[in-house]
Each structure stands twice: as structure tokens, then as C-alpha cells.
Antibody, heavy 129, light 111 residues
């Protein structure tokens, strides 16, 4: 059974960098069929997609966060990671990692039909001094 | 402000049928992009409930169903049970942002 687990600091200071890692077990992150994504939920708000990565390193990002986000993958550890720099209080949220089912169409991955079929339990990250 | 609009809350009695709406626009649901639904109990991992407008993953009861018309989609739950009390989120794709987008979420209370 596929399981995903987020890990990382629960408290980050303003202007610093938030770093989280997602460890995948019960399946290979090198599967040719899936991307691996990060989603967050600020307190009292809805979910927000941050970005997703393929085992090869190919990425998609939320346009509004792209300039501050780095997503990387380590296939040897079956992990992928998120770095969000220059954080503010507005980045306080529960951060989830998830397996992202993306369609391959005409040799290109397209997000138009994509969805998340397995999620981690989430990691609360608070931005505060 | 989410591009997909959901009612903040809905409620129903055990055994009843409830629906949760997800209203978008011509750049997302109205463009016929797929709509997906998730069930989320706070503190737990969100669970995929419906994918591709109206498909249930293995293990999801047929009490849950999805539909789409124009720029809106709906999740219907029949035979409401106490265990259905949770937050429900819709998700689609938006071509104006080229992003995956979610609704604001709906809290279902079983009264």
C-alpha cells in the first residue's frame, strides 16, 4: 500500500526558507506513470497546488509561487522535496505531499485531467519570529 | 479567492441525500476540464473520492457520485451517514493560469 509522509521543521522565521521532504513507501517514485506533488492549506482556507515533479526532474509549478519554489527529487531515497524561500506569515499552512496522476498525450504530459490519488497526512508549518 | 466556488457548509440528516456544488468559469469547468473530488477529515490525509467527473476509485461506496454541467459540477451523497461528516474539496484545471485549481472546500455536517 502506497504511503507518503511529510517531514521538516514546523516553525520557520519570516524571510527564511521553508524546507519539507516527502518520503514515499510501498511504491517507487521512479514510476513512469506519475508525478509527485505538493499542496498546501492555509488555516481556514482551501487547498492550493504548489507544484509537481516527475522522477526525471521535470516540474510544473503554480504560477503565483513559481519564483519562490524549488521542487527536487531523490530517486535513491524515494523522496521528493519542497523549498519555498522568502516566506511570510501568509505561507503558514498545512503542507501535503501527494501522488499526482497526470495524462501523457502525444508524448507530452498534460495537467488538464490530472488529480491526486494518494496523499500524506500533512505537516503544519508556521511562519513566525 | 478560489477560482472554483463551493458553499462553505451543507448539512443533512442521516439517510438523506445532499449535494455539494462547485462553480467555475469558461477557463476551467466550463472548458470541459475534468473535475475531481476529495474527502478530508482534519488531521488526516485527504482521500480521492471522485475522479474524471464521475468515476469512483476502488473502495469508494456508490453512495458518492459526481456530475458536471456547463461551468458547474456537483457531488451527491445519498444515504447520508455520520462517518460522511468531513470537508469536501473539488479540483480542476484552469487554462487562464495554466494551473491545477481547487475549490474553497465545503464542510458537511450530519445532523
Amino acid at each position: 500500500q502506497l504511503q507518503l509522509q511529510e517531514s521538516g521543521p514546523g516553525l520557520v522565521k519570516p524571510s527564511e526558507t521553508l524546507s519539507l521532504t516527502c518520503t514515499v513507501s510501498g511504491g517507487s517514485i521512479s514510476s513512469h506513470s506519475y508525478y509527485w506533488g505538493w499542496i498546501r492549506q492555509p488555516p481556514g482556507k482551501g487547498l492550493e497546488w504548489i507544484g509537481s515533479i516527475y522522477y526525471s526532474g521535470s516540474t510544473y509549478h503554480n504560477a503565483s509561487l513559481k519564483s519562490r519554489v524549488t521542487i527536487s527529487v531523490d530517486t535513491s531515497k524515494n523522496q521528493f522535496s519542497l523549498r519555498l524561500n522568502s516566506v511570510t506569515a501568509g505561507d503558514t499552512a498545512v503542507y501535503y505531499c501527494a501522488r499526482h496522476v497526470v495524462t501523457l498525450r502525444f508524448l507530452e504530459w498534460v495537467l488538464t485531467e490530472s488529480y491526486f490519488d494518494n496523499w500524506g497526512q500533512g505537516s503544519l508549518v508556521t511562519v513566525s519570529s | 479567492q478560489s477560482l472554483l466556488t463551493q458553499p462553505p457548509s451543507v448539512s443533512g440528516a442521516p439517510g438523506q441525500r445532499v449535494t455539494i456544488s462547485c462553480t467555475g468559469s469558461s477557463s476551467n469547468i466550463g472548458a470541459n476540464y475534468d473535475v475531481h473530488w476529495y474527502q478530508h477529515l482534519p488531521g488526516t490525509a485527504p482521500k480521492l473520492l471522485i475522479y474524471g467527473d464521475n468515476n469512483r476509485p476502488s473502495g469508494v461506496p456508490d453512495r458518492f457520485s459526481g456530475s458536471k454541467s456547463g461551468a458547474s459540477a456537483s457531488l451527491a451523497i445519498t444515504g447520508l451517514q455520520a462517518e460522511d461528516e468531513a470537508d469536501y474539496h473539488c479540483q480542476s484545471y484552469d487554462s487562464s493560469l495554466s494551473d491545477v485549481v481547487f475549490g474553497g472546500g465545503t464542510k458537511l455536517t450530519v445532523v
